[in-house]
C-alpha cells in the first residue's frame, strides 16, 4: 500500500513529467539523442529483430546516456524442446537468449561499460502481498477462461509448464553506456 505523502509527492511532482506513448521498438518517433535513460522491461526479447530494436534505443540515447532493460533469460542451456515451447506458448519471436546474447548485441549496438547480471526465477518467494490484487486478476482469468476458446487454449498450454523450467529459465538486467 502506498502512504498518502507518497501518493501527494507523486501527483505534485511527477505526473506532469511522465507520458506513456505506445510505438514500435524497431522506429521510436523520438528525435535522436533526446533521452539520458532508456528503459524497458520484457519488450525487447519478443521481437524478431532484436538487435535493431536495441540500436533504435542508442538512437535515441543522449551522448553518454544509459540504455538498460530487464529481459528473459536463459540462466543455463535449456533442453531440446524447451525453447521451442516457451517461443510457441508465450509468443517470444527469435528466441530468448542467454546473458552472452544480450551482451553481443549490446556490444554490437556500440554501447558500452555493459552491466550484466542474471537471476533465477523464484517462484517460492514471488508472492502476493496484497489480497486486492490477487483476486483481481484471479477474477480476470476465470472471466476469461469461460469468454474466449483462444484463451482456454492458451491457459492449457501455459500450465503444462515443464517442472524444471525455472532451472533454466530467468532473467537479465542489462545495462550499457552510449
Not at 7 to 12: C, F, H, V
Not at 34 to 41: A, K, P, Q, R, Y
Not at 45 to 58: F, H, P, T
Not at 76 to 91: D, M, V
Amino acid at each position: 500500500m502506498v502512504s498518502n505523502d507518497l501518493t501527494k509527492y507523486i501527483r505534485e511532482r511527477v505526473v506532469d513529467k511522465v507520458r506513456f506513448q505506445v510505438a514500435d521498438a524497431h522506429n521510436l518517433p523520438f528525435e535522436d539523442e533526446c533521452f539520458g535513460i532508456v528503459m524497458g522491461e520484457f519488450i525487447t526479447g519478443l521481437l524478431d529483430n532484436k538487435q535493431r530494436a536495441v540500436n533504435e534505443y542508442l538512437r535515441v540515447a543522449k551522448p553518454e546516456g544509459y540504455v538498460g532493460f530487464n529481459e528473459a533469460t536463459w540462466v543455463k542451456a535449456p533442453p531440446e524442446g524447451l525453447a521451442e515451447y516457451l517461443s510457441r506458448t508465450f509468443g517470444v519471436k527469435g528466441g530468448i537468449l542467454d546473458s552472452d546474447g544480450w551482451r553481443e548485441l549490446f556490444a554490437n549496438a556500440g554501447l558500452r561499460e555493459i552491466l550484466v547480471r542474471t537471476y533465477k526465477v523464484d517462484t517460492i518467494s514471488n508472492k502476493r502481498d496484497d489480497l486486492t490484487d490477487f483476486l483481481r486478476v484471479a477474477h480476470r482469468v476465470v472471466y476469461l477462461y469461460f469468454k474466449s476458446s483462444a484463451f482456454r487454449k492458451f491457459i492449457k498450454e501455459a500450465f503444462s509448464v515443464p517442472r524444471n523450467l525455472v532451472e533454466y529459465f530467468g532473467y537479465g538486467i542489462y545495462v550499457g553506456r552510449k
